[in-house]
């Protein structure tokens, strides 16, 4: 069943039968609101009128703008849940369907007054439709082990020097030089032996 509402003027309404749904909002001073006029704008001309809070069945909410209704005058509001109105026998020219929160105009129904006919639907811009939360799942980013590279070990290869001492280099030296090359290839000779006894023990190392 479609929400019904009758409204006779400023802060009267006689007949509600929404469960909240459509609410008039009551004037912060006096007994009718104003609202800036949305039609032969002039500067910014305010109109009285009643103004209804409209929660639709999305969940959504926008505003009902009936301008002032005359004294012996009344207005039924009927809603379908998802934006559409009907007034049936309405003497108004104009009826707004605004924003919740700005002045902006959604729709607006002429009647025949202003459309000379049959009811006029304009409808100026989209009405709400509720904000979808995107929730997004975080998951934890991958942890990159490091592989360990091990650096090749380097074999170093010692060539044993070649010999290249000849006899007669041995005969050239002196005892003391004998001694120390001896000494250099692992031989610790007597160094209390004669020159001759060692270049000779020397020469017989330079053989083996």
């Not at 500067?43 to 009128?49: L, M, P, T, V, W």
């Not at 082990?145 to 002196?174: H, I, Q, R, S, Y």
């Amino acid at each position: 069943m479609a929400d019904r509402v009758v409204y006779k003027g400023a802060n009267h309404v006689l007949t509600n039968n929404t469960e909240g749904r459509i609410r008039l909002i009551q004037p912060k001073g006096g007994t009718i609101n104003k609202f800036i006029r949305w039609w032969n704008r002039k500067g910014s001309q305010y109109i009285e009128c009643g103004i209804f809070r409209v929660e639709l069945e999305n969940g959504t909410v926008v505003r009902l703008v009936i301008p002032h209704v005359k004294g012996g005058m009344t207005v039924e509001i009927r809603h379908d849940g998802y934006g559409n109105f009907t007034f049936p026998g309405c003497r108004l020219e104009r009826i707004a369907v605004v924003a919740a929160d700005s002045s902006e105009v959604l729709v607006e129904y002429q009647f025949s007054k202003v459309s000379g006919g049959a009811v006029l639907k304009r409808t100026l811009a989209g009405l709400p439709t509720p904000t979808i939360e995107v929730v997004v799942d975080e998951q934890p980013e991958p942890v990159i082990e490091e592989a360990t590279v091990e650096e090749p070990v380097e074999t170093v290869v010692v060539e044993a020097e070649e010999e290249t001492t000849t006899e007669a280099d041995l005969k050239k030296m002196t005892k003391k030089q004998l001694l120390a090359w001896a000494l250099e290839r692992g031989h610790d000779l007597v160094d209390k032996h004669t020159k001759a006894q060692l270049l000779g023990e020397c020469t017989e190392i330079l053989g083996s």
